[in-house]
């Protein structure tokens, strides 16, 4: 019975050794996604390139103005220059896929389009997936990585590029005054309605928002990159917002659920709700 006796010890040494060799790899992984965080804030100590002042908002068309004014964050002593968002919600991956719970945190910069997202996917009891999708410079950067270990999905490139921009325009509703942004310019449409256009690096994109009469966006429509399989096509994206709150005095959607408007039909596949936000706090 020595032999089974090695045998178990051997097993037991080899599996501490992936253990170990586990912790290490999602321990670099997540001390990676802060060094990018520090990063991006970097910028926040830079010179600001938004300025609010009355010329630029009369430029505006009249619901963009509306919002503007009934979100406070004009009234702030300062422009805002960054904001932290932590959400959760629940997301899927294929229109017949299982909703999988989330929580995330998320960094934006005003006043160059930059975002980082850090996700955790609870796939199933005992497996979680982290995600890190990273916009800087102009470039994208998508990582998925099954318990923070084994890469499940990469992604990069000029439609990669094009995606995070559009998201970068229709995440605008959680930083307000990234609608004076010099890279950002508008288009009225109608009372309730007003397409914004956003170039940044050498890429261009464009989205429409909807508004309440009461001055609310409740609904953005762009055209934007879907990547599946290595493979990137020009689809309809949508997101719906709701249940509006106000954060640190300033008002914004904490609501909302994602889709991409699919020949085949509508696939929803994200639903979030902001827990926390905070302005301009940069950590140290």
Known sequence: MHWLQ????????????????????NFTFRQSVKKETALLLQACFHEPVIQINEDRLQQLPPPVLRWLRLTHALDMEKPIRSVMIRQEGMLRTKPEGRWMPFSAKQYSLLDWPSFIWRARIRAAPGVKIHGRDLYLNGQADMLIK????????????REINQGSLVRYLAEMVWYPTAALS????????GDDMARANIS????NASGTFYFQKTGEPVRFVAQRYKEAGGTCTLEEWEIRMGTYKQFQGILIPSQGEVSWNL?????HWFRFEVKEAQF????K
Do not use: Q
């Open 6 to 25: 090695t045998l178990v010890i051997i097993i037991t040494i080899i599996g501490s050794g992936l253990l170990i060799a586990a912790f290490v790899k």
């Open 146 to 157: 099954l318990m923070g270990v084994l890469k499940v999905g990469h992604a990069h490139g």
């Open 182 to 189: 010099p890279y950002i310019s508008w288009e009225a449409i």
């Open 200 to 203: 940044y690096g050498d890429i």
């Open 263 to 267: 020949r085949t039909g509508p696939f």
């Open 280 to 283: 301009d706090d940069v950590p």
